[in-house]
């Protein structure tokens, strides 16, 4: 892994120093610097890179990912997510004069092209939450009470269902 360098903010290979079979690169680079008010990447890319020349050419394909806080732009909530990319992929001419191929910035537009464009905090987010039907008849409040107790889970439900049992004797 002495071929890397993992200094700082870039992902640097040099081409005519990796195995001839390709490399595994795995690590962390800083270099997605987007920290806007409604998404704010946290953390560095952590990649997993197979790199490997092929004549005059350096092929990169890997997973790349990057974790952010957003803000949902349904309910205005935060919350943190990971976008996640299975199928990088890069080539890079390299140049006899200039074996090194910088990475980094393959490595941060394919990041933020994954970005989502309108961040959900879930698939099933409601929104801003408009005051849901309060229930102003009585009659359906022993409805709702109904099904609440049914939710209830394992001991509390077999407790519930003898002591009404017993009730009815
Ligand atoms: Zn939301």
């Not at 933020?112 to 359906?140: H, M, N």
Request: charged share 35%; with cysteine; glycine share 8%.
């Amino acid at each position: 892994m002495e071929n890397i360098d993992e200094i700082g903010e870039k992902l640097v290979v040099d081409a005519y120093r990796l195995d001839r079979e390709g490399e595994t690169l795995e690590g962390e680079v800083d270099c997605v610097d987007v920290h806007e008010e409604f998404v704010d990447a946290f953390g560095g890319v952590r990649y997993r890179l197979n790199a490997r020349v092929f004549g005059t050419e350096l092929l990169v394909r890997g997973s790349l990912e990057q974790d952010f806080s957003y803000v949902c732009s349904r309910c205005g909530k935060d919350f943190d997510d990971t976008v996640k990319l299975g199928d990088f992929t890069a080539s890079f001419e390299i140049d006899d004069k200039s074996p090194e191929v910088d990475l980094t910035n393959e490595i941060r537009e394919s990041i933020i092209l994954a970005l989502p464009t309108f961040p959900v905090c879930s698939e099933t987010c409601p929104g801003v939450v408009q005051e849901t039907k309060t229930f102003t008849d009585d009659r359906w409040n022993v409805l709702e009470r109904l099904r609440m107790e049914s939710r209830q889970p394992g001991d509390q439900v077999d407790q519930g269902a003898s002591g009404s049992a017993e009730k009815r004797r």
